[in-house]
């Protein structure tokens, strides 16, 4: 597995090894000792999530507020989506930037997203299965988010604006100047 640093340099893009032949591939998803060499600390997770999304979905930008923030490990299994980390780390020198990346089923990249990111994608193909682990539980009273189309963000999600879906929750998310007065953990 190679591990390569972001704009973000704590956000992580993992190239995976893959065994091909003529019978397939085999590639390791996960190395949990090898991650935590990477990233520096050990790292427990304890939830895996999937989605399967249309062309056009945006789901996020989502994060979870303390006590339950979450990292991340996220890949495609289907499809292709433009994958979006913004940092919302409070006294972070990237505050409010963002990684952008495409992943694809077909190269089998992965993306490791720290604590204090917010996270979201769009599908950019006819449907695209997500799948990612996170090392804290999901909790509804601590989950908040920032509105995709955030000016001051400036976020590409690769598809016209008149392709993008988002569900109604997710089009009532506040703005990043909001969010500064509630959020967020220290780097």
């Not at 999530?49 to 289907?78: C, F, M, W």
């Not at 997203?113 to 799948?131: E, K, M, N, Q, Y």
């Amino acid at each position: 597995m190679n591990f390569i640093p972001q704009s973000i340099s704590d956000v992580l893009l993992i190239e995976p090894t893959v065994h091909s032949d003529d019978r397939g591939y085999f590639i390791e998803t996960f190395r949990q000792d090898l991650l935590e060499d990477a990233i520096g600390y050990k790292v427990n997770f304890v939830q895996d999530n999937e989605s399967k999304s249309t062309k056009g979905v945006i789901r996020g930008l989502h994060y979870q507020l303390t006590p339950y923030t979450q990292a991340k490990l996220v890949r495609v299994i289907d499809g292709s989506v433009l994958d979006i980390s913004v940092d919302i780390r409070k006294s972070s020198p990237t505050f409010g930037q963002h990684v952008s990346i495409e992943l694809t089923a077909q190269s089998k990249y992965q993306l490791f997203i720290p604590r204090g990111f917010a996270h979201g994608f769009v599908a950019l193909t006819d449907t695209a299965t997500f799948s990612y682990k996170v090392d804290n539980y999901y909790s509804n009273k601590h989950e908040s988010g920032i509105s995709f189309d955030d000016k001051q963000l400036n976020i590409n999600w690769g598809l016209p604006y008149e392709l993008l879906q988002i569900s109604d929750k997710d089009s009532q998310l506040p703005s990043l100047d909001k969010i500064k007065k509630t959020y967020l953990i220290k780097k």
